[in-house]
């Protein structure tokens, strides 16, 4: 069976790549787990500048799992901890993240999106959170991340309303940084990355602390967003959404 996810080096880039394309990237448990060793393993190396997030041609990442919301809502369990490791790792990273996003980008595809520095997106891409007709809540701290980046009015129609952006809307809202050709996409992500690592390593970090802030109000909030989001998991509106979604594949 392949790795799930791959980690390469590439003097001080290190890639971190989601590898399950037959399923369009949708994230399971062990894909958490590995994603947290790969992103902590960066952080400890001081040879590692900057850290690409990348998924497959076509497909990013189509979220969570299926099989394990369903198995949450049928269990009344909430966010597996290795997710909400994940969303931690991603808070208290202290190097640069760059992402590499072609083709799907849904729910924490996208909401992974806002922790990153420095967002490449393929014309090809198409981002959406579609958590509330899911009878569910927003995670990763994007009910607070995305208003900062996107505006209310913005951040509502991608994450309330669950209406999608295309690159074109993503760039407009300043969710990602480029748009390049499906072909370019990581080549566009690799060069940014070499540019941010050749930068002075301590001014850069000092920067990048005064941007972000403390990682403490992102964690409460990603801690908030769980919890709500076990009880939506649970709720009525959450059973006939996944009933009905079950239905509508069939």
């Known amino acids: ?10 003097g001080p880039v290190r890639t971190v790549r989601m590898n399950r394309p037959e399923k369009k990237n949708a994230l399971t448990v ?3 787990a590995a994603l947290v060793d790969a992103l902590a393993g960066a952080g400890a190396s001081a040879a590692t500048r900057v850290i ?6 076509g497909a990013f990442c189509a979220g969570n799992d299926l099989q394990d919301f369903l198995n949450a809502t049928q269990n ?5 901890p290795p ?25 924490i595809g996208t909401t992974m999106l806002l922790h990153c520095d ?18 569910l809540v927003p995670e990763a701290a994007s009910s607070l991340l995305a208003p900062r980046r996107m505006g209310h009015a913005r951040a509502f129609s991608l994450l309330a309303m669950g209406r999608p952006l295309d690159a074109a809307g993503a760039l407009a809202a300043g969710l990602v940084n480029t748009v390049v050709a499906p072909g370019e996409v990581e080549a566009e992500a690799m060069q940014a990355a070499r540019e941010i690592a050749a930068l002075p390593a301590q001014a850069l970090a000092a920067t990048r602390r005064l941007l972000r802030g403390s990682p403490d109000e992102v964690i409460r909030r990603i801690d908030e967003e769980a919890a709500e989001f076990k009880r ?15 239905a509508r594949k069939k």
């Open 1 to 10: 069976m392949p790795d799930l996810v791959l980690v390469t080096d590439d």
């Open 30 to 32: 062990p894909m958490y």
């Open 52 to 57: 690409v997030i990348a998924g497959a041609p």
């Open 76 to 80: 009344a369990e909430g966010l597996a």
């Open 83 to 107: 997710l909400i490791g994940f969303l931690y790792a991603l808070a208290r990273a202290e190097k640069p993240l760059v992402a590499a996003v072609s083709g799907l980008a849904v729910g």
């Open 118 to 135: 420095h967002v490449v997106a393929a014309s090809d891409a198409r981002f959406s959170t579609p958590f509330v007709h899911l009878g």
């Open 232 to 246: 939506r998991l649970a709720s009525p509106e959450a059973k006939a959404a996944f009933e009905a979604f079950l």
